[in-house]
Every structure is written in structure tokens, then in C-alpha cells.
């Protein structure tokens, strides 16, 4: 078994499991001691680059929230070795039922805005938040996986073996940029998303933050087109986050879009069949002509649009 480390935030463990006279046989398998196992599995394969989802997850941090919606048990394994047969015992919670919450990968990058060990806060209150810089900018980072899984009305009882699963589902997607058209230099070029997408509650919906950047840096190498990737927290089609291309050694603004997303879209009136839910890694492709105009391709579709304008 994995070395877990529990904390409880529980004001009391009422009472105890006397199990003096009861014995553990099959034929007698609700009377045996209880060990209630929460087990993990993926909504979809999200990874990128040949990476399977299962090698993305160096920690999960596991919630169980009583029926009023206070935490009840907190469990966190920072040595997770995910497979099918992975799972955590929450053996301590007393009988009942709960709503289990789990986030992948917190730590460093991504942060609890309460520590169960402090008081015992509700669902409601407690989120998730991407930590950043005093520039509010992450340049040439890449984000460990945010996964968020959850099992509503698991019930553990006080005999028996139970088997929970809570199924996971990435928040994490990666922009891969390439340019074309534009002279080889010395110069270096940014790639720059802004967003406030980077809070989460523990529904998994947006939390309150204010907009911050992902910036990618680009320098030519020999003949190559010009390209730089990142990874950026979700993209779905409610969101407007703003793309800009720089020269970042002259200032100048080479290309800019207000909605990536809508951006994105496009290409399914050309054909894609892209939804954020399915499509985690997108190819966007920059070629500017000699007029200064530029034509997009994304995931390989051409956008059959307006050229946009440099500034």
C-alpha cells in the first residue's frame, strides 16, 4: 500500500467499532471489519505527448464532506503510483454517507485556500487557485495535470469491504504555436494567453480571480519555422481568452485575437468536429504575408475568414 498520511478535521470521532466475537469468514462477509477503498479512473485520456494520463499524477489530495457539507476526513498521498489497482482506505470516517472531492498535483503550483487541519470548513468555501508571481505572468512553464474527480452520496457502512470510484477529469490543455512568413533574426518572440481561469471550486467550476498571463517565448532556430508551446487551465466555449504574438526585442505587437476560443471555433465551420471537453491540444498556425495580413490555420482546418490585421 502507498504511504498516506491522513489528517482529520472532525470536532469528535463518535464512538468505536467493537468487534470482539465477530468473525471474518466469506460465508459471513457484511460482519467482517470494515475497509472501504476509494478507487480512481479516468474520464478520458488527456496527456500530451505519448504520456499516458496515469504517469501525470505525482499526488492526489482526497475530501470526504459530510451531509451538511462540512469536511469529515482528509487524506493526501504525495507518492501516488496510479494504476487500476491504486486506491486509499478511508476506513476512519464514521458510518454514513459523504461527497468525496479529489484535485490532483496540488503543492507548489496549485493551492488550497483552507487546510482542513486549521478548522472545519464547508464545500462551499474551499477552492483551488493557480499560485503565480508577483507579475501575475508564468513564462515558459509547464503545468503539472489539474485533475478533479468527485463521488456524491458514497455511502460507508460499518462492516464489510466498499469500493468507491471517483472518476477523474483533466482541467489542463496545451497550445502548441507555430509562424510562418516572418524573417529569420536574433530576435526573441512571445506567444502571450490572458486569462482569469486560474480558480476552481470544489464543484469544479470557475472561481473568482483576476486575470493574469501565460507567456511562451520563441527564438528561430536556423531555417525552422518559428513555434513555442504551453500548457494553459481550461478552455471552454464561455471563456475569452486573449492571444498576442510579440517581438518581444522590438515591442512590437505582430498579431493579436481577443477570443482564442472563438478563434478556435472557427475551425468547425470549416469541418472540425473540436469540443473542449474532448480536444485537450490544439495547433495554431500564424502565416503572415506580405501585406502584413495573416491567415490562421488551427489543428490543420484554415479559417476561411477575414485575414486579421497586424498591429
Not at 482528509?74 to 496510479?82: C, F, G, I, L, T
Not at 487541519?117 to 512553464?141: C, F, H, V
Not at 489542463?172 to 482569469?196: A, C, H, M, R, W
Amino acid at each position: 500500500m502507498n504511504r498516506i498520511t491522513w489528517f482529520f478535521t472532525r470536532m469528535a470521532i463518535i464512538g468505536a467499532i467493537v468487534l470482539t466475537g465477530l468473525g471474518c469468514v466469506q460465508e459471513d462477509f457484511d460482519r467482517c471489519p470494515r475497509a472501504t477503498r476509494v478507487y480512481f479512473s479516468f474520464a478520458r485520456e488527456t496527456s500530451f505527448g505519448g504520456v499516458r494520463s496515469e504517469e501525470t499524477i505525482g499526488r492526489i489530495d482526497l475530501y470526504a464532506f459530510d451531509e451538511a457539507g462540512k469536511i469529515a476526513g482528509y487524506w493526501v498521498d504525495d507518492q501516488v503510483a496510479m494504476n487500476e489497482n491504486y486506491y486509499i482506505e478511508i476506513d476512519s470516517l464514521a458510518a454514513g454517507n459523504y461527497h468525496l472531492v479529489a484535485w490532483t498535483n496540488l503543492g507548489t503550483r496549485y493551492v488550497a485556500n483552507v487546510q482542513p487541519g486549521d478548522r472545519q470548513p464547508s464545500r462551499e468555501e474551499m477552492n483551488i487557485s493557480l499560485a503565480l508571481p508577483a507579475d501575475r505572468t508564468l513564462r515558459d512553464l509547464s503545468l503539472p495535470h489539474l485533475y478533479f474527480g468527485e463521488c456524491r452520496g458514497a455511502s460507508v457502512g460499518t462492516f464489510g469491504e466498499e469500493r468507491l470510484v471517483v472518476v477523474l477529469e483533466d482541467n489542463l490543455y496545451k497550445l502548441n504555436f507555430e509562424v510562418e512568413g516572418i524573417e529569420p533574426s536574433d530576435d526573441t518572440y512571445q506567444f502571450t494567453v490572458t486569462d482569469n481561469n486560474g480558480a476552481y471550486t470544489f464543484a469544479n467550476n470557475y472561481g473568482e480571480m483576476p486575470a493574469f498571463r501565460y507567456a511562451s517565448s520563441a527564438r528561430f532556430n536556423g531555417t525552422d519555422p518559428l513555434s513555442a508551446s504551453m500548457t494553459v487551465l481550461r478552455l471552454d466555449e464561455n471563456r475569452t481568452p486573449a492571444l498576442t504574438f510579440t517581438n518581444e526585442t522590438s515591442g512590437q505587437v505582430l498579431f493579436s485575437h481577443d477570443n482564442l476560443v472563438n478563434l478556435i471555433l472557427q475551425a468547425n465551420t470549416q469541418g472540425a468536429t473540436i469540443d473542449f471537453r474532448a480536444t485537450r491540444e490544439f495547433y495554431i498556425k500564424l502565416r503572415v504575408h506580405a501585406d502584413a495580413s495573416v491567415t490562421i490555420t488551427i489543428n490543420g482546418w484554415e479559417l476561411e475568414t477575414e485575414e486579421v490585421q497586424v498591429s
